[in-house]
Every structure is written in C-alpha cells, then in structure tokens.
C-alpha cells in the first residue's frame, strides 16, 4: 500500500512538507504543493483517513467539472444538470476550470462525477474511475468500464451545415478551427474536411482557440487571401463573431461576400443571425446526471447515446437567388 512517506520520497520532500501540501495545512512553497500533489497522483495515493470514510458513508454529491460558468452555453449545461438533481436526494458541488490534480476528484470527496474541463487529464480519470467513483464525460471519449461518455452528435450537424452551403453553390471554402485539444473540434473539423474531400474540394484551416478574440484574428488571414473563399465553417459561434466582426470593420457583409456559418446556438448568435448547428445544451446536462445517478443508486447500465444536432439556417449564409427564393 502506498503511504504518504512513499509521496514525500517521490516528491523530494520531508514527510511533513508532504501532510501540508494534501491537506491543505501549513506554509510551504506553491511549487513544493505542486510537487507533492503530482507525486501522489503518479502514485495513486489517497489519504487512509478519508479512504476509510468513504467506504463507510455516501457523500450524495454529484461533482461537476466544468471549464467555466460564464456564457449561455455553459449556463444552460448548468441549467439541465441542476433541475434533474432537483428531483433527486443529490446536491451539487460545481468546480470551474480545474486544476491538474484537483483535490475534490483526486479525493472522490463525490459520488461521482461529470466532466466537461480539458484540462483534466485522461490518465487522472482513468485512474480514479472505478464502480464506487463512476465519471461522465462530455468532451472526451475513454475506454474504461466506469467512464461513460455522452456526446454531442458534431458529425450529423456539420454534414447537414456542410450540404447547406455546397447545396448553394459554394465550393471555395474555409474552416476555422477550436483548441487543437478538443475533442469536438477534432470531430467537426475531420467531418466538414472528410465532405469536401468527397467532393473534390481542399479546405484550408485556419487555428483559433474557441474565442472570438481567435476568429478576428483567424479573419485577418482568411481576408488576406485571393480569392475569398465563398464560405468559412467556423467551430464554434464565438469564433464565427469575431470573424463577423473583422469583416463589418473591412466593408464586408455575410453572406453577400462571405457565407459564415458557426456551432452551438448561442444567444448572441440567434441576435447576429448567424447561420449554426444546435443542440439542447439542457438536454445534454440532464441526460448526464440522471444516467449517472440511476447508476449510483441501481447500478443500471449507462445508455450510450449521443446528443442529436441541426444546422439552424439563418441570414449570414443563405444567399438570395435571382428569382428571390
């Protein structure tokens, strides 16, 4: 059994050095925390006091993993989650933008959990998941009997946003691309490609990061190039706006000179009418909890399914035609 003299050797610390930095106790350097937490997770310690409570006694708390709370999108996840526990004995412990080793889910001071932050690792929830610890994903997919993953279905909706345009005419396109470690954007980007390449047609790529701030600068680049492309799918519709954004500030409207298309639904994109693919964010998160619950307290199978989508066509990419249709 691993002990926390084992951590404080792998750490290169003293045994004290090593209770201050698990326990959250004490004064030592932030990077001498770092270290010891980081042993400890290689290590797969867990300390036996709390080891011991939890085979003694039920938390009925479901934790929630999340990148961040602000935004519609992440908002109405929330919303979905919350108003299934509200049916239920649960309570919610939510945790935005986790750290690598966050103590909450290395100490399964939970049930179980439901995680939608990229930055935390794969190898830590393969780690912890087991029958007692069972953990939903929502960004990721992982092969381990108590990880269940739950995704949105990216590759019906960017086929459907894909033959919208090429329907249209447009054979000049573009991509703009999500953080390069996101499992949605590796979908929807291998999708869109994959159509076009059926087609006969090369799409450049241009990388963002999910944020507007990305799209604009995506834009500046994708506005440099001769010819415009006719359209640009963008990842996300935060990504989208900025590109909107850089093409008002050059004279340029959507979809006159430049079909634009994003991804999610968002609010402000229903006020942009920015042409996107949706899903029911609501659904997603309700769905999550309440098959992770069902396995908590039945040990029912989780049904793996994914999430449906739709491209909802709007102003920024459905061009008039010369009848006026």
Sequence with gaps: MTTIRDVARRAGVSITAASYALNGTGTIAESTRQR??????ELNY????????LKKVKTLTIG???????????????????EEVLDTDYELIVCPESKPAHR??????????????????????????????PIVVLDRVLRHDFIFPLLLDNPQGVREAFYHLYGQGMRRLAFVAGAADSFDNGERMRTFLGEAERHGLAVPVYQGNFTEASGYAAAQAILASDPLPEAVFCANDQM????????GER?????????VVGF??????????LSTVGASRTQWGATAVRQLIAFLELGAPFQSQRI????????SSQRVTADGA
Excluded at 36 to 41: R, T
Excluded at 46 to 53: G, L, S, T
Excluded at 308 to 315: L, S
């Design 36 to 41: 010891v937490l980081q042993a400890a997770e």
């Design 46 to 53: 867990h300390p036996n006091a709390f080891a011991r409570h």
């Design 64 to 82: 929630v993993f999340i990148t961040r709370f602000g935004g519609s999108f992440y908002e109405e996840i929330l919303e979905g989650i919350h």
């Design 104 to 133: 909450i889910l290395r100490y399964r001071q939970v049930d179980g959990a439901i995680v939608f932050d990229a930055k935390v690792p794969s190898n830590v929830l393969l780690r912890l998941a087991d029958r007692s610890f």
């Design 240 to 247: 989208a706006l900025g590109l909107l954004r850089a093409m």
């Design 251 to 259: 004279g340029l409207a959507a979809p006159r000179d430049i079909a």
């Design 264 to 273: 999610d639904d968002i609010l402000a994109a229903r006020y942009m009418n």
């Design 308 to 315: 449906p989508t739709a491209f909802i066509p709007r102003a």
